[in-house]
């Protein structure tokens, strides 16, 4: 073999080599991918927290299943409650969505009732937010400067310093709204709860419509961090919010929850 020819095999040979490379690398990344999309295999499951609703997911192998309930509880000892069907329990991969979730930590297990009268429990799960939707922005005064102006119209007030009906004919208000520290919505269009010392002090919280009626309370904020689904507020708009630490009065606030997010 002269040299042109060794130079043209050792061309083609690395032609193939490379293309061996970027061909195991796409093998790879598409096993990766896959991978990472595939929910856990029963009885484990996945529960993530999206907008709206929190979504179950796993994969059975079970057969001549009968049906398999979804329970669910706010301690994750006691006090699981049936709260639905999967509609294909003897499919592979099944999902289902809590479109109510309660406020707090959601905990999930899943109760299989097979035909021949045998029955099984699932693991039991905590409900986590989706690593896949930025949740980490605030909803800021640029976010909710319409519906400030909405909220201004409609007599409600979203500011610090209460006017009356004399100062505002005198003054125009100012618009003052700044989302909480502590409560607040973010771009997904949950609500998220951020009491670093939750677990050694005592807080609640009230939640409440603009015009002060009540919505429902969260008697103990147990962990640091927790995220309220916007689906229990039930609507768009305006809500008020109340903590409590130690029983005392800690904040008053306020926050919006934007008909439309952004992911």
Same mark, same amino acid.
């Given at each position: 073999?002269?040299?042109?020819?060794?130079?043209?095999?050792?061309?083609?040979?690395?032609?193939?080599?490379?293309?061996?490379?970027?061909?195991?690398?796409?093998?790879?990344?598409?096993?990766?991918?896959?991978?990472?999309?595939?929910?856990?295999?029963?009885?484990?499951?996945?529960?993530?927290?999206?907008?709206?609703?929190?979504?179950?997911?796993?994969?059975? $192998?079970?057969?001549?299943? /009968?049906?398999?309930?979804?329970?669910?509880?706010?301690? #994750? =000892?006691?006090? @699981?409650?049936?709260? !639905?069907?999967?509609?294909?329990?003897?499919?592979?991969?099944?999902?289902?969505?809590?479109?109510?979730?309660?406020?707090?930590?959601?905990?999930?297990?899943?109760?299989?009732?097979?035909?021949?009268?045998?029955?099984?429990?699932?693991?039991?799960?905590?409900?986590?937010?989706?690593?896949?939707?930025?949740?980490?922005?605030?909803?800021?005064?640029?976010?909710?400067?319409?519906?400030?102006?909405?909220?201004?119209?409609?007599?409600?007030?979203?500011?610090?310093?209460?006017?009356?009906?004399?100062?505002?004919?005198?003054?125009?208000?100012?618009?003052?709204?700044?989302?909480?520290?502590?409560?607040?919505?973010?771009?997904? $269009?949950?609500?998220?709860? /951020?009491?670093?010392?939750?677990?050694?002090?005592?807080? #609640? =919280?009230?939640? @409440?419509?603009?015009? !002060?009626?009540?919505?429902?309370?969260?008697?103990?904020?147990?962990?640091?961090?927790?995220?309220?689904?916007?689906?229990?507020?039930?609507?768009?708009?305006?809500?008020?919010?109340?903590?409590?630490?130690?029983?005392?009065?800690?904040?008053?606030?306020?926050?919006?929850?934007?008909?439309?997010?952004?992911?």
């Amino acid at each position: 073999m002269d040299t042109a020819q060794e130079l043209a095999f050792m061309k083609q040979l690395s032609r193939l080599i490379l293309f061996a490379v970027i061909f195991t690398a796409s093998v790879f990344s598409v096993k990766a991918q896959t991978q990472s999309n595939t929910p856990p295999v029963l009885p484990d499951f996945s529960a993530l927290i999206k907008t709206g609703k929190i979504s179950l997911e796993f994969i059975s $192998g079970f057969r001549d299943v /009968k049906f398999i309930g979804v329970q669910r509880s706010l301690d #994750s =000892v006691l006090n @699981f409650s049936t709260i !639905g069907l999967v509609s294909n329990p003897n499919d592979f991969r099944n999902s289902y969505n809590d479109v109510k979730p309660l406020p707090g930590s959601n905990y999930y297990r899943l109760f299989i009732q097979f035909n021949n009268g045998r029955y099984l429990y699932s693991k039991i799960v905590l409900a986590v937010p989706d690593s896949t939707i930025d949740a980490t922005k605030k909803l800021q005064l640029s976010d909710v400067k319409e519906a400030i102006a909405a909220a201004k119209e409609a007599g409600i007030n979203t500011g610090t310093n209460p006017t009356t009906a004399k100062e505002k004919v005198v003054k125009e208000e100012k618009i003052v709204w700044h989302p909480s520290n502590y409560i607040y919505t973010t771009a997904d $269009g949950n609500v998220n709860i /951020k009491l670093p010392d939750a677990p050694e002090k005592k807080y #609640s =919280v009230k939640f @409440f419509e603009p015009d !002060g009626s009540f919505l429902f309370e969260i008697p103990q904020i147990k962990e640091p961090f927790l995220i309220l689904e916007k689906a229990i507020f039930l609507h768009a708009g305006w809500f008020n919010f109340e903590i409590y630490q130690e029983g005392k009065a800690y904040e008053k606030w306020n926050l919006y929850i934007p008909l439309t997010y952004r992911n």
